[in-house]
């Protein structure tokens, strides 16, 4: 599958309630009417509060959360695929091939290195141990991890380096689709740099990428444009208090702005 010109990935009318089980069903709303459009080469940035429910929406592309009304679409030469309905066996392949995913935290395996944590995504889609390798190598010494760490389990490291090794296998693979999770949180300025090197050459290389950025400085020195998401999301502990009707939330749809560069980072 190979990603037209535009868009590569759009939502309409995009809505998500959670159902709470242990408090006899109470049905959750968090998010109504979300619209958003995602072009090849462009960083998307979701603005808005800590907690309204930024990573919600990652976690929908992602497959982790169930869409519960409304669309999500990839869009390809081929054809569209919607993400809405996608059997739960589809999305394997979909995280494999198309959907790459830097999450806040690494799941870490017992007894597996970090070099074979950042080579499995190359090893599930066939290429060769020693390609996967060496391309896991080039990734973990960019990103300053000291070489005597990567034959180690990260599950003893560091959140800093932890989130190396997290970053280093999410960007191995040069999905079509990335989603950047606060992704610089636990580094320092230094590899805060490499990152923001790191997301300008997935642009360059047309990598569509919907992220959450909190520092103001690598926020402006990655972003095309800012999708405002106050008036669709509704954090968990505001929904939990109000009950939302249906159409009680704002249905004015959010307009994505044109990010402006500010920022120390030369690149920009």
């Not at 242990?22 to 979701?46: D, H, I, K, W």
């Not at 066996?89 to 395996?109: E, K, M, N, P, T």
């Not at 300053?144 to 999410?170: C, K, M």
Request: hydrophobic share 40%; net charge negative; with cysteine.
């Amino acid at each position: 599958m190979t990603a037209i010109s535009q868009p590569f990935l759009s939502a309409s009318a995009l809505d998500k309630t959670f159902e709470l089980h242990a408090q006899g069903g109470q049905q959750l709303t968090v998010m109504r009417g979300l619209e958003l459009s995602l072009a090849p080469g462009e960083c998307l940035v979701l603005a808005g509060r800590s907690g309204i429910g930024k990573s919600t929406l990652l976690k929908m592309v992602n497959g982790n959360y169930r869409v519960s009304g409304g669309s999500l679409t990839l869009h390809f030469d081929d054809g569209e695929l919607e993400l809405s309905d996608l059997p739960g066996q589809a999305w394997h392949v979909l995280r494999r091939d198309v959907i790459g995913y830097v999450s806040q935290f690494l799941r870490v395996v017992p007894r597996v290195s970090a070099r074979e944590v950042v080579m499995e995504p190359l090893l599930s889609r066939g290429f060769e141990a020693h390609e996967a390798r060496s391309r896991a190598e080039t990734l973990l010494a960019r990103l300053n991890l000291p070489e005597r760490l990567w034959d180690l389990a990260p599950g003893t490291f560091s959140g800093g380096e932890q989130q190396r090794v997290n970053i280093a296998r999410g960007f191995i693979a040069e999905h079509p689709l990335l989603l950047l999770d606060e992704p610089t949180a636990s580094l320092d300025s230094a590899n805060r740099d490499v990152v923001v090197r790191l997301i300008q050459e997935a642009k360059a290389r047309g990598t569509a990428m919907l992220g959450i950025f909190h520092d103001e400085d690598v926020r402006a020195c990655v972003a095309d444009r800012l999708l405002p998401m106050e008036g669709h999301m509704l954090g968990a502990d505001e929904a939990m208090l109000s009950k939302p009707q249906p159409g009680s939330l704002s249905t004015a749809t959010p307009t994505a702005t044109k990010a402006t560069p500010r920022s120390r980072f030369d690149e920009c």
